[in-house]
């Protein structure tokens, strides 16, 4: 990663800025972008985000998206590269004045961006013109509680996509709503559907660091599960071109395997009867269509360690958090190991566990639905212009 940023500039003041540094927060923030595009033509949209947005038609400054990290270790290790984009971005807001800009997720480097702005002046709660919105918001309930303090005091608006975090924020100021879950509106076509005679589907995450942790684990419960189930085959899915290289390097340790593994794009749909999947955004789209599974989870060990200080809630998995229970078992660091993946895979398998994740289906369903479908896009349109 280079030190030296680039960014493009507009044709002309942009209505709206969005700054979406991971693949979830580029696809969510596109799907609002197409909704809001219906609606206002002709507004001038720019994006630091990924190639989702730039196909829903914002005008790409810079792709966050292939450099996007996680965890402590790897912020520090690429700190360097982030400073300089944080100032390259500054810059390129301070020259261009969008008239809005709406932050997507990514908290550890959004928050700085808004915090920046504000202390620049040229946020409209700091008596700027720029107004700060901020769409699937940080996860205040599990961590860094007290952050909702500085949002309420940065921010014009925050859009959440779970029912339980407007109450996080009540002893603040701040505008907040609830404008339900991307994966259960109406038009989101769910990537994944559950088959009987499916493969197994491994999801090991989007980024390169974890992947690198967890699919080994993956891979190893795939390889006992075959031993005794040999007729069975695997999809592993990818959201880019780097991931797809960590997964066929990581392949290639355990000889067997690569003719019963298939890698698929994650702009594809999979069907599958059981899946072992990171605790990530993917995780709740597998509950949601129904298919039994298990997370698996592999943190760098001083991120986990430091993690663990610092998390307040039982569970990884956002099905897990919502309904208060183990939707799916999470197996975490050292307690994921082979024969424990083979054991649940069984489990997966089995006539009782299908019917329970269904009915745990409709109840996580229901409970990410905003009232009267209310959307992100129709939140987003109440603070700009109409041309």
């Known amino acids: 990663m280079g030190k030296h940023i680039q960014l493009a500039s507009p044709d002309k003041r942009p209505d709206l800025l969005f700054i979406a540094g991971e693949h979830s927060g580029d696809q969510h923030a596109a799907r609002v972008l197409l909704e809001l595009r219906k ?6 949209i720019c994006a630091l985000g990924g190639p989702d947005l730039q196909r829903a038609g914002a005008q790409l400054l810079y792709d966050l998206t292939a450099s996007s990290v996680v965890g402590i270790v790897e912020v520090l290790r690429n700190y360097g590269f982030f400073k300089a984009l944080l100032a390259a971005i500054l810059t ?36 700027g013109d720029i107004r700060l919105l901020y769409y699937i918001g940080p996860q205040i309930w599990a961590w860094k509680g007290k952050r909702r303090f500085k949002m309420a005091k940065w921010l ?4 959440v996509i779970f029912p339980f975090e407007v109450d996080c924020f009540k002893d603040t100021d701040l505008d907040v709503h609830f404008v339900g879950h991307p994966f259960v509106q109406s038009d989101y076509p769910l990537p994944l559907k559950y088959a009987a005679d499916g493969p ?7 980024r390169k660091a974890p992947v690198e942790r967890i699919f080994p684990l993956m891979l190893a419960g795939l390889q006992m599960w075959l031993e005794r189930s040999p007729q069975d085959r695997a999809v592993a899915i990818y959201p880019s071109a780097a991931v797809l290289r960590v997964l066929q390097e990581t392949l290639q340790g355990y000889p067997g395997l690569e003719t019963k593994i298939q890698f698929v794009a994650q702009n594809q749909v999979v069907s599958a009867k059981a899946v072992l999947t990171s605790s990530g955004t993917m995780s709740l789209n597998c509950i949601l269509a ?3 599974g298990v997370i698996v989870y592999k943190a760098n060990v ?8 610092l998390v307040k809630i039982p569970f990884l998995g956002i099905a897990n958090i919502l309904m208060d229970r183990p939707v799916y078992p999470e197996y975490l660091q050292g307690m994921a190991k082979p024969e424990q ?23 996580v ?13 129709e939140w987003l349109s109440q603070f700009l212009p109409n041309r």
């Open 302 to 309: 001083l991120t986990y360690i430091i993690g663990r200080q």
């Open 200 to 206: 197994i589907l491994l999801l090991p995450g989007s």
């Open 341 to 363: 993946l083979v054991r649940e895979l069984a489990e997966c398998l089995t006539a009782d566990r299908l019917q329970a994740t269904r009915r745990d289906a409709e109840q």
């Open 92 to 127: 390129w807001i301070e020259t261009h004045r969008p008239r809005a800009i709406c932050f997507v997720d990514y908290p550890g480097f959004n928050l700085r961006v808004a915090q920046c702005l504000y202390d620049a002046g040229l946020a409209v709660k700091a008596g």
């Open 156 to 159: 014009d608006s925050l859009a």
């Open 365 to 377: 369903r229901a409970r990410l639905h905003a009232e009267q479908d209310y959307t992100a896009a």
């Open 39 to 44: 609606k206002h033509p002709d507004w001038q």
């Open 290 to 292: 129904g298919i039994p």
